[in-house]
């Protein structure tokens, strides 16, 4: 974000300034500061379920995430995500990408791949997270692996031979 010619320093970024940007991308984002929701735009609160922004604001994110994974393990990794985070801000660099299950407010279950990145906040640093719906993409990944297990079964079972022939590489396998 630039400030133009505004004085002082990246930390001067508020979040009234972030969220003039973000309130109407059709990305679902969401702003932490002291690993709480600071911000969350309507796109994420579309995808996650609160109707209004006040149910989250101040709350983890953790709110969302696998009630199958256990408490600790989960408090553990965004532990781990603050200490990452603290290390490499200065190169403003990605700093998670990772695919996760999380739980919508209605109790459905989802797959989200998350991306978060530290950014300068006054008043202290903060972590822009991004999150993408997967869902459809795994389920596709599944049926396409299901597939393929039943193709290779019936071959094998059949005791046939196929030829297999790669596109990209040319190389054509017995």
């Known amino acids: 974000m630039s400030m133009g010619s505004?004085?002082?320093?990246?930390?001067?970024?508020t979040l009234e300034q972030i969220r003039a940007v973000l309130e109407f991308s059709p990305v679902p984002t969401s702003i932490l500061q002291w690993n709480k929701i600071a911000y969350i735009n309507p796109a994420a609160l579309?995808?996650?379920?609160?109707?209004?922004?006040e149910e989250v604001i101040y709350h983890s994110i953790l709110k969302w995430t696998d009630p199958e994974e256990p408490e600790e393990i989960r408090r553990e990794r965004?532990?781990?995500?603050?200490?990452?985070?603290?290390?490499?801000?200065?190169?403003?660099?990605?700093?998670?990408?990772?695919?996760?299950?999380?739980?919508?407010?209605?109790?459905?279950?989802?797959?989200?791949?998350?991306k978060a990145w530290a950014i300068p906040l006054f008043g202290g640093d903060g972590t822009q997270i991004t999150f993408t719906d997967i869902t459809a993409q795994n389920q596709t990944e599944q049926v396409r692996l299901k597939d393929e297990d039943w193709l290779r079964l019936a071959i094998e079972s059949g005791n046939v031979r196929t030829w297999d022939l790669n596109p990209a590489t040319g190389r054509v396998q017995w």
């Open 6 to 13: 505004q004085s002082g320093s990246a930390r001067d970024i």
């Open 46 to 53: 579309a995808l996650l379920g609160p109707e209004e922004a």
């Open 78 to 114: 965004m532990a781990s995500w603050v200490a990452q985070s603290e290390r490499i801000a200065v190169a403003r660099k990605n700093w998670v990408c990772r695919n996760r299950k999380w739980i919508r407010q209605d109790g459905s279950p989802l797959v989200v791949e998350v």
